[in-house]
């Protein structure tokens, strides 16, 4: 007995079952699979405690969570403390271990700012920017004078350390700058040590000619060079800042003010500061 060949009916449907069901069974994983993110971390201040700790709060987040591929810093800032700037570069150095970092340089990176951004993997700026500012500075110290009212146990109880010593740890940390800078612009930089640590601050295009920075762009740019480094496509730009659950705040002014209330560029309190500080405007 000869059995009957199948029809061409059964033939064209299972044909287009085995074309159709693995389409499905893609689109419905793909639809449980999180699109990857690339996160945006905005510093449009100095950096302090209270600016310092909302970087770290993202950079974190952005660290323990799988959909966050890539981070851009998107920064126009003047710098700020040594220790908060350090804790920051810190922070970023464990974030780079597993994703990209881009800096992208809107108004100035100067200083502290231009510390965290040497820290990260790719540095762009536009042609007007304000880069560098290199170096450290710090109120210094005032002389022991004997209180008859207070007594401490030793001469610098009160102010800390001798000038000369001041000075020393100014100087180290001038070196660390240096050594951050040293590391992490690696064979781009066409300058020598001698003239990064000038303290001046350069336009984006001079500093694209010392290799300060790796390119003149935009964001958009840098959202495109931050999803080549992390091999993603298709991404979600995401500011970090919502996603970590960071409040909206008026946050303390890190500067002195004047009389009238507006906002010097001098820092609250005396310290040693990755800062740049412009010449204060000539009264009338």
Same mark, same amino acid.
């Given at each position: 007995?000869?059995?009957?060949?199948?029809?061409?009916?059964?033939?064209?449907?299972?044909?287009?079952?085995?074309?159709?069901?693995p389409l499905?069974?893609g689109?419905?994983?793909?639809? $449980?699979?999180?699109?990857?993110?690339?996160?945006?971390?905005?510093?449009? =201040?100095?950096i302090?405690?209270n600016?310092a700790?909302?970087?770290?709060?993202?950079?974190?987040?952005?660290?323990?969570?799988?959909? !966050?591929?890539? #981070?851009? $810093?998107?920064?126009? %800032?003047?710098?700020?403390? #040594?220790?908060d700037?350090?804790?920051v570069?810190?922070?970023?150095?464990? $974030?780079?271990?597993?994703?990209?970092?881009?800096?992208?340089i809107?108004g100035?990176?100067?200083?502290?700012?231009?510390?965290?951004?040497?820290?990260? =993997?790719?540095?762009? +700026?536009?042609?007007?920017?304000e #880069?560098g500012? /290199?170096? !450290?500075?710090g109120?210094?110290?005032?002389?022991p004078?004997i209180?008859?009212? !207070?007594?401490?146990?030793?001469p610098?109880k009160?102010?800390?350390?001798?000038? =000369?010593t001041?000075?020393r740890e100014?100087?180290m940390? *001038?070196?660390?700058?240096l *050594?951050? /800078?040293?590391?992490?612009?690696?064979q +781009?930089?066409? /300058?020598p040590?001698?003239v #990064?640590?000038?303290?001046?601050?350069?336009?984006?295009?001079?500093?694209?000619?010392?290799?300060?920075?790796?390119?003149?762009?935009?964001?958009?740019?840098?959202?495109?060079k931050?999803?080549?480094l +992390?091999?993603?496509?298709?991404?979600? !730009?995401? =500011?970090?800042?919502?996603?970590?659950?960071?409040?909206?705040? /008026?946050p303390? %002014?890190?500067?002195?003010?004047?009389?009238?209330?507006k906002?010097?560029?001098?820092? *609250?309190?005396?310290?040693?500061?990755?800062?740049?500080?412009?010449?204060?405007?000539k009264?009338?």
């Amino acid at each position: 007995m000869i059995a009957a060949a199948p029809s061409k009916k059964w033939g064209t449907g299972a044909l287009l079952l085995f074309i159709v069901l693995p389409l499905i069974a893609g689109i419905l994983l793909s639809l $449980l699979v999180p699109r990857p993110i690339i996160g945006i971390i905005y510093l449009n =201040d100095a950096i302090y405690s209270n600016t310092a700790q909302e970087m770290i709060t993202q950079i974190i987040y952005a660290r323990e969570h799988a959909e !966050v591929r890539a #981070v851009i $810093l998107v920064l126009n %800032s003047p710098g700020g403390t #040594v220790t908060d700037t350090e804790s920051v570069y810190m922070e970023l150095a464990r $974030l780079r271990q597993n994703k990209p970092v881009i800096t992208m340089i809107e108004g100035m990176a100067a200083s502290g700012a231009y510390y965290i951004s040497s820290g990260t =993997d790719y540095i762009l +700026a536009k042609p007007s920017s304000e #880069v560098g500012n /290199v170096g !450290v500075i710090g109120y210094m110290p005032s002389p022991p004078t004997i209180y008859e009212e !207070v007594y401490s146990t030793g001469p610098y109880k009160l102010w800390g350390s001798p000038r =000369d010593t001041f000075m020393r740890e100014m100087e180290m940390m *001038k070196g660390g700058f240096l *050594k951050a /800078v040293l590391l992490g612009r690696g064979q +781009a930089l066409k /300058v020598p040590s001698e003239v #990064v640590l000038r303290g001046q601050i350069w336009p984006g295009t001079e500093a694209l000619r010392m290799g300060l920075i790796d390119e003149l762009g935009t964001q958009s740019r840098a959202y495109e060079k931050a999803a080549q480094l +992390a091999r993603i496509t298709h991404a979600k !730009v995401e =500011d970090l800042r919502t996603l970590a659950g960071i409040p909206s705040i /008026v946050p303390a %002014s890190f500067f002195m003010l004047t009389e009238d209330g507006k906002s010097t560029s001098y820092p *609250k309190e005396p310290g040693i500061y990755y800062l740049y500080i412009p010449p204060m405007e000539k009264q009338p």
